[in-house]
C-alpha cells in the first residue's frame, strides 16, 4: 500500500487539490440552492393557505410599527381595538398568526387600501383621541361649552398627528423602514378594523332614540355633597375587650378584603421571610483611598474633560477615581459572592434552569452572614481596604408579603433584569404560589441564595437575597398575624360607620330643618373628641350623572368615594319627580335630602338636591357621539358579541382549520 502511494504520490496530490477546489467553488452556489429558512411553513390553514418564518417575521415587524403610531389598536375588541394579544409586552407568534388571519380576511373582502389609505388614516386616529381626551375634560368640569370644545379638539388633533407621525417615524427608522412601509402597516390595520368593526353597523339608533340614549347619560342634578368617613368618628367608639376583638377576627379571618360589603379581611398572601447581603456603593467608595499617582494619571490622559488646572479639577478627578474603582470591586464582589454559592452547588444538576437541591438541603445551604464575611476578607486583601464586612439583613421573625418587601428601604424597590424583562424583587412571594410562571429566569428556592442575577437599586447598589422560609396563602393564624394594629383600625372604623348608619335620619332631618349641610356636619364634629380633627369638606354645586360625578361650576373636585353607584341612584331617584325646568328656589321650598350608606367605604354620603340639569342642545351636540359608541357597546356586549368574538384568534383557528406544522422551539 506504502508502495502504491510513494508510486503514484504526485498523481493522488493533483486530483485531491483538483476536487477541493471544486468543492470550494461550488460551495456559494450550494448555499444559494439551500432553502431559505424563512421560506420554511410554519402554519397552514384549511383551504390550503401556508404561512412562512418570512411571514411571521414581517407580521410581527407591523404590528411593533402599529404599536407605536397607534397603541390603542392592540387594546382588546371590546374596548376598540383589534384582539392582538401580547405576552409581557412582546409580540409573539400567536399574536403574528392572529394579524395575519385577519389581515387576509380584510383582503379577501377588499378592505385593505393602498399607502394613502393609511396615511390619511393618521387624521381619522388623532380625531378619535382627541375626543375620548376632550371627553375626559368635559367630565372633569374643564371644558363647559361647545366653542371651548371645539377649539380644544383641534389642539388636542393638532398634538396627536404630531405624535403619531414623530413615533412612527421613529419605529420605521429603528427597524430600516420608511414612512412608506408605516402607511402601508396603517392601511392593513385600517382593512382589518373595517372587517372587526362590521358588527358594530348592526345596532341603530333613531334620532328619538339617539337624543334618549344621550340625555339617560348626560341628564345631571346638581346637589350640594359630603362624605363622612367612619374613621373620623372612629375615636368616639370605645376601646373593645379582647373578647369582642377576637370575635371581630372570626368573623373575618377567612375572608379576603373583596369578599363583603365592607373590605374587611384577613386572608393572607403567600409570604416569606427574607434575608439578603448589600453591596452598597456609596460604602464601598468612601473606603476607597485616593491614589495620587493615578489621579494624575487621569487628569494628564483626559485633558479634553478636565480643562481646569489641576487643583480645580481635583474633586471631580478624585470622584472618577472613586468611581471606576468601586466598579472593578463591586464586578469583583459579584464574582466572590457567586462562587462561594457555586462551591455548594457546583455539584447539583440543574433541570430547566431550576437547581434540583437534596432532601437535606438546610443542612449544607449557604449562610449569608458567611458569605458575606469571606467575601469582604477576599476584597480587602486583593484590593488594600479596609471595608467593613458586608451588610446582611435577616427578616426571620416575621412573614413579609409583596406590599411588605416593598416597604422595606433599599432592597423594596430593587430590580432583577434578566434579559428584556425587569422583575422587581418584591415579586419573590409570587414564584411560590400555584400558577407561578416558570420561565422568568430566576432560580428562586428556599435557602438558595439568588446570584445568578443580583437585584440593584437607583443608586446602583446590590442585593443577593435568599428565601429563607415560605408560607402559603391562607387564613391569618391570630389578631397579630393580621396585624394588631389594622384589626382594631377596622373594628373602630366598622362600628363608627353602625353609628353613622343609626344616625343617619337624625343628620337628614338637621340638612332639612336649615336647607344647608353645615348642621349635620357640626353634629357630627360634636361626637368627636378630637377637637382638631379636620372637618368634611362641602362640595357644592356638584353634578350627579347615572354614570359618574363631575364638579359643578364651583367645585374643583370630588372626592372620588361619592362616585359610588348607590349614591348616584339615591340621587337621581329622589330627584326623579322634579320637573325638569325647576327653579332652585322652588326646590328649596321642600328641601330634598339624600343619606346613602356607602359600606365599601365604610362612609356615610350626604346630599341636598339643588336643582336638575337636564340635557340641553349643546351638550347634546358635544356628547352624542360618545354617547352612541358606549350604547353600542353595551348592547354588543349584552348580545355575548365579546364573549365569542368571531374575530378572536381562537375563533380564527377554529374556523379556518389553523394547524402549526413547527413548534417554537423548533423554530429557534
Known amino acids: 500500500m506504502l508502495k502504491f502511494i510513494r508510486k503514484y504520490q504526485m498523481l493522488i496530490l493533483v486530483v485531491g487539490g483538483s476536487l477541493l477546489m471544486v468543492v470550494f467553488l461550488l460551495q456559494p452556489v450550494l448555499t444559494r440552492l439551500a432553502p431559505s429558512?424563512?421560506?420554511?411553513?410554519v402554519a397552514t390553514l384549511g383551504d390550503g393557505t401556508t404561512f412562512t418564518q418570512g411571514d411571521i417575521i414581517r407580521a410581527q415587524a407591523a404590528i411593533t410599527l402599529l404599536t407605536r403610531s397607534n397603541p390603542r389598536a392592540l387594546q382588546p375588541m371590546s374596548m376598540g381595538g383589534l384582539g392582538l394579544e401580547l405576552e409581557d409586552g412582546q409580540v409573539t407568534r400567536a399574536t403574528a398568526l392572529h394579524w395575519l388571519m385577519l389581515a387576509d380576511l380584510a383582503q379577501r373582502a377588499g378592505l385593505v387600501g393602498e399607502v394613502g389609505d393609511g396615511m390619511s388614516w393618521i387624521d381619522e386616529i388623532a380625531e378619535n383621541e382627541a375626543i375620548i381626551q376632550a371627553q375626559t375634560e368635559i367630565r372633569q368640569g374643564l371644558i363647559q361649552d361647545d366653542a371651548t370644545y371645539q377649539q380644544r379638539l383641534n389642539e388636542l388633533k393638532t398634538q396627536i398627528i404630531s405624535a403619531i407621525n414623530r413615533n412612527a417615524n421613529a419605529a420605521a427608522a429603528n427597524?430600516?423602514?420608511s414612512m412608506e412601509d408605516v402607511f402601508r402597516t396603517l392601511a392593513e390595520a385600517r382593512g382589518m378594523y373595517r372587517l372587526v368593526n362590521t358588527v358594530y353597523g348592526v345596532p341603530s339608533f333613531s334620532d328619538a332614540k339617539a337624543i334618549d340614549v344621550t340625555r339617560e347619560?348626560?341628564?345631571?342634578v346638581a346637589v350640594n355633597a359630603a362624605l363622612i368617613d367612619s374613621a373620623l368618628v372612629s375615636s368616639a367608639i370605645d376601646e373593645p375587650t379582647d373578647a369582642e376583638l377576637a370575635e371581630f377576627f372570626d368573623r373575618f379571618r377567612d375572608q379576603q378584603p373583596g369578599e363583603n360589603d365592607f373590605g374587611i379581611g384577613y386572608q393572607q398572601p403567600t409570604r416569606i421571610k427574607l434575608g439578603w447581603i448589600t453591596?452598597?456603593?456609596?460604602?464601598?467608595k468612601d473606603a476607597i483611598e485616593i491614589d495620587r499617582v493615578e489621579i494624575q494619571k487621569i487628569w494628564q490622559r483626559e485633558k479634553e474633560n478636565y480643562t481646569g488646572d489641576f487643583a480645580a479639577e481635583r474633586f471631580n478627578i478624585e470622584e472618577q477615581y472613586r468611581e471606576e474603582q468601586a466598579a472593578s470591586i463591586m464586578v469583583e464582589a459579584d464574582r466572590q459572592i457567586r462562587a462561594q454559592v457555586l462551591s455548594k452547588t457546583s455539584n447539583l444538576t440543574k433541570v430547566d434552569g431550576v437547581t434540583q437541591l437534596p432532601e437535606n438541603w438546610e443542612e449544607q445551604a449557604p449562610q449569608l452572614d458567611e458569605i458575606a464575611q469571606a467575601v469582604t476578607a477576599r476584597i480587602n486583601e486583593q484590593f488594600g481596604l479596609s471595608l467593613p464586612a458586608l451588610e446582611v439583613n435577616i427578616i426571620g421573625d416575621r412573614w413579609l408579603s409583596d406590599r411588605a418587601i416593598i416597604s422595606l428601604p433599599g432592597i423594596g424597590f430593587s430590580t432583577y433584569r434578566v434579559g428584556s424583562r425587569q422583575i422587581p424583587l418584591y415579586t419573590l412571594p409570587q414564584f411560590f404560589e400555584p400558577?407561578?410562571?416558570t420561565n422568568l429566569g430566576l432560580?428562586?428556592?428556599?435557602?438558595l441564595p439568588i446570584v445568578d442575577h443580583a437585584a440593584t437599586d437607583q443608586n446602583e447598589n446590590r442585593y443577593y437575597a435568599m428565601v429563607i422560609d415560605v408560607r402559603e396563602a391562607g387564613p391569618a393564624d391570630s389578631i397579630d398575624d393580621a396585624g394588631r394594629e389594622q384589626v382594631l383600625a377596622d373594628y373602630k372604623s366598622l362600628k363608627g360607620f353602625e353609628l353613622l348608619q343609626a344616625r343617619s335620619e337624625e343628620l337628614a332631618q338637621l340638612i332639612r330643618e336649615n336647607d344647608d349641610l353645615a348642621p349635620a356636619i357640626d353634629l357630627i364634629m360634636s361626637m368627636i373628641p378630637d377637637s382638631e380633627a379636620p372637618r368634611p369638606s362641602v362640595f357644592r354645586e356638584i353634578l350627579v350623572r347615572k354614570g359618574s360625578i363631575a364638579p359643578g361650576r364651583i367645585a374643583s373636585n370630588v372626592n372620588q368615594r361619592l362616585n359610588a353607584e348607590a349614591f348616584r341612584e339615591d340621587v337621581l331617584l329622589a330627584a326623579a319627580d322634579l320637573d325638569p325646568l325647576i327653579t332652585p328656589e322652588e326646590v328649596q321650598q321642600s328641601p330634598i335630602v339624600v343619606t346613602t350608606a356607602l359600606p365599601q367605604s365604610r362612609s356615610l354620603a350626604l346630599a341636598?338636591?339643588?336643582a336638575p340639569r337636564p340635557l340641553?342642545?349643546?351638550?347634546?351636540?358635544?356628547a352624542a357621539a360618545s354617547a352612541m359608541r358606549q350604547a353600542t357597546g353595551t348592547e354588543m356586549r349584552e348580545a355575548g358579541y365579546f364573549d365569542n368574538n368571531p374575530f378572536s384568534y381562537a375563533s380564527l383557528t377554529e374556523r379556518f382549520g389553523l394547524e402549526i406544522l413547527k413548534k417554537d422551539e423548533e423554530e429557534s
Open 443 to 447: 432560580d428562586v428556592q428556599p435557602m
Open 279 to 284: 453591596l452598597n456603593k456609596q460604602r464601598i
Open 37 to 41: 429558512p424563512l421560506k420554511s411553513k
Open 217 to 220: 347619560m348626560n341628564d345631571a
Open 435 to 437: 400558577d407561578a410562571p
Open 175 to 177: 427597524m430600516n423602514g
Open 608 to 610: 341636598l338636591v339643588l
Open 616 to 622: 340641553t342642545i349643546e351638550t347634546y351636540r358635544v
